[in-house]
Nanobody, 130 residues
Framework: QVQLVQSGGGSAQAGGSLRLSCAYS????????LAWFRQSPGKEREGVAL????????RYTDSVKGRFTIALDIANKTLDLQMNNLKPEDTDMYYC???????????????????????WGQGTQVTVSA
């Protein structure tokens, strides 16, 4: 029943900005994990940014700190990722992901770092040219 629908992304030059959005629905509880991930061919999916609704709290992988910002709009049920000062190494397929139901902050962070959430968006390509 949980659904994640992504929009945004596209192409940009190094130093530019892009924005990703993930409309979510079907959650049965108010405390859950919502996150952004990225994956290149032949590589493991990695967590980029996390929003934990229970605290609330956020996390970022070191490579995007200071450049990317995750935001949750509860009223509109969208998870957004603002990506500024893009670099060529940011080129990847980006996915939003989530787990339903109550999760502790530790459980949520573990699922983010391991890319082990149960629900996924369809993916959005982000391409950054030098």
């Amino acid at each position: 029943q949980v659904q994640l629908v992504q929009s945004g992304g596209g192409s940009a030059q190094a130093g530019g900005s892009l924005r990703l959005s993930c409309a979510y629905s079907g959650f049965s509880y108010s405390t859950y994990c919502l996150a952004w991930f990225r994956q290149s061919p032949g590589k493991e999916r990695e967590g980029v940014a996390l929003f934990y609704t229970g605290a609330p709290s956020t996390r970022y992988t070191d490579s995007v700190k200071g450049r990317f910002t995750i935001a949750l709009d509860i009223a509109n049920k969208t998870l957004d990722l603002q990506m500024n000062n893009l670099k060529p190494e940011d080129t990847d397929m980006y996915y939003c992901g989530a787990d339903d139901g109550y999760k502790t902050e530790v459980e949520c962070e573990e699922r983010w770092t391991e890319a082990g959430v149960n629900y996924w968006g369809q993916g959005t390509q982000v391409t950054v040219s030098a």
